[in-house]
């Protein structure tokens, strides 16, 4: 009973290399997220999906890109990495949007940029 | 401007000593409060959902309570296994969350 999994689990990149976080999910989940977690501040979301089809944009979408390959999996990208990027990213998964349902954690991808 | 405040950032407990992390939130339209725990190294693992003022869930050591503006986390008792940090986010439209910074929990024995 895997959840929700995320690869790589930890990536070291320079600045302006590109990048990108796969995330998938056994839930048979309709919506998907991904967040970022710095020291300090809460989790804030970068991108989320809906559904199958669909992506909008969360709090700090600036210099990333998502990809809703099919149900299970949502992809992040970084076209050109910066070091403000560093962080530890996380992807959830949730039942319907809009029926409140509690979102799912993995265990996240800690990504430095120098 | 939708906002989530946990007090304290750190809290140090002895086994047994009982104690409340507190969330308070200013968000339009409210549609749930959940708290998570999270372990070292680990993503957020969910805990409870509170829907509405007055409303109270136990697991264990642990029971969550809300209010108009706030929930609290107490726990009872608690043992070295609890030490986590604990997260609360308001549910907004759309399923979309609002994460407080957190709450560092240790508990000697």
């Known amino acids: 009973n895997a959840g929700v999994t995320q690869t790589p689990k930890f990536q070291v990149l320079k600045t302006g290399q590109s990048m990108t976080l796969q995330c998938a999910q056994d839930?048979?989940?309709?919506?998907m997220y991904w967040y970022r977690q710095d020291p300090g501040m809460g989790l804030r979301l970068i991108y989320y999906s809906a559904s199958e089809g669909t992506t909008d944009k969360g709090e700090v979408p600036n210099g990333y890109n998502v990809s809703r390959l099919n149900k299970r999996e949502f992809s992040l990208r970084l076209e050109s990495a910066a070091p403000s990027q560093t962080s530890v990213y996380f992807c959830a998964s949730s039942g319907r949007t809009g029926n409140n349902q509690p979102q799912h954690f993995g265990d996240g991808t800690r990504l430095s940029i120098l | 401007e939708d906002q989530v405040t946990q007090s304290p950032e750190a809290l140090r407990l002895q086994e047994g000593e009982s104690s409340s992390l507190n969330c308070s939130y200013t968000?339009?339209?409210?549609?749930?409060l959940f708290w998570y725990r999270q372990d070292p190294g680990k993503g957020p693992e969910f805990l409870f959902t509170?829907?509405?003022a007055g409303e109270e869930k136990e697991k264990e050591r642990l029971k969550a309570t809300l209010t108009k503006k706030e929930s609290f986390l107490h726990i009872t008792a608690p043992k070295p296994e609890d030490s986590a940090t604990y997260l609360c986010a308001a549910s907004l439209y759309g399923n979309k969350l609002v994460f407080g910074a957190g709450t560092i929990l240790r508990v000697k024995s």
């Open positions: 509170l829907y509405s």
């Open positions: 968000v339009s339209g409210l549609r749930g």
């Open positions: 839930m048979n989940h309709n919506s």
